[in-house]
């Protein structure tokens, strides 16, 4: 799905397009190409060409595995981020891939599939709200960029509650499970950071205003999505940092629980002992023993060995072993 839209201060038109026939030639409106799927490679070598893009722009375009990167191609700026999207329900994080091109007076986009990420931006031209339509395409680019870093901050939550809620469960029972759950927020955590990290030293690099697509105005927007990223940043190594910990508590939690359980067999142990070395002194065959040819010996017995019990346990409550 390919939607075109056209704007300036004054007029906004909004349409899609099957071919790159029906993209105007020339225009004195700032325009903007949004494709939604990467599986008509002819629409696309279309585009590039109606836009002079480079093959391996278009390449890059098509290989949905690049690492966020902005290239500078002298006529435009070719810029590729990471989409994140965040299931409720299953708990897993997807990316998409974004491919921003902004050129004189025009931007294009590029994504998978549809994930509503621009739509809000879409809605902002389309009811011209705020200054949004007087700016050019460096500001619709900057806008772009803004759009996939607060998805970050979606992500970002989810992860930070799922770690609290974890907290108390690791410390009350830590089980296999949990240690599950701890390993994959984690891998998750560096996941996103993966992402967020070359995506800061993109905008820090555009942020400079070395590039002459960006307007000064413009720049400190920039610096502004920059700062997000900052944010983003810190706040992920916030959550590995808390993630390790659980984990050391976890593995501390653990070594409690197979000390009491050693603890309370040591205690089972030492009752029981006393008590097998009475049973075997008085099971030997020998014909002549103390206490075996008088009556009440067995229940004299008894109660030894029921005292030794009792001893025991009050030793063992008042060092802390049972309790």
């Known amino acids: ?3 075109l839209i056209e704007y300036d201060a004054e007029n906004y038109r909004e349409e ?5 026939a029906q993209i105007p030639a020339t225009t004195d409106k700032t325009l903007w190409l949004n494709v939604h799927g990467l599986n008509e490679p002819q629409l696309l070598e279309e585009i590039g060409k109606r836009f002079s893009l480079h093959p391996l722009v278009l390449e890059d375009i098509l290989n949905t595995d690049q690492r966020p990167k ?5 006529a435009y700026l070719f810029m590729v981020g990471k989409i994140f999207e965040y299931d409720t329900g299953t708990r897993a994080i997807n990316t998409v891939q974004a491919s921003i091109v902004l050129g004189q007076g025009f931007v294009l986009t590029f ?3 549809p994930t509503g990420t621009f739509a809000s931006l879409r809605e902002r031209l389309k009811n011209s709200k705020g200054q949004i339509r007087k700016q050019g395409a460096d500001y619709i680019a900057y806008s772009l960029l803004d759009a996939i870093v607060d998805r970050y901050f979606i992500c970002l939550e989810a992860l930070a509650e799922q770690a609290e809620a974890l907290e108390a469960q690791v410390i009350a029972r830590p089980t296999q499970k ?3 759950e701890l390993h994959g927020i984690r891998r998750k955590t560096l996941f996103l950071r993966r992402a967020v990290w070359p995506l800061r030293e993109v905008v820090s690099t555009l942020a400079r205003g070395d590039n002459p697509l960006f307007k000064r105005e413009t720049l400190p927007f920039l610096r502004d999505v920059y700062d997000h990223t900052v944010y983003v940043i810190e706040s992920l190594d916030t959550i590995r940092d808390l993630i390790a910990g659980l984990m050391d ?7 409690n629980r197979i000390n009491l359980q050693i603890r309370l067999l040591t205690v089972i142990t030492a009752i029981f002992m006393p008590l097998t070395l009475l049973t075997g002194i ?5 014909e002549h023993m103390p206490l075996l040819g008088w009556e009440g010996s067995f229940y004299l017995l008894m109660a030894f060995m029921l005292a030794i019990t009792v001893g025991l346990l009050i030793v ?6 049972l309790r």
């Open 178 to 180: 949990l240690l599950r």
């Open 316 to 321: 063992f409550w008042r060092i802390r072993w």
């Open 1 to 3: 799905m390919v939607t």
């Open 111 to 113: 994504q998978e599939k």
């Open 282 to 286: 008085f099971g030997m065959n020998f």
């Open 16 to 20: 899609q397009v099957a071919s790159a």
């Open 249 to 255: 508590i976890y593995v501390t939690s653990l070594s």
């Open 70 to 74: 902005a290239e500078d191609y002298s």
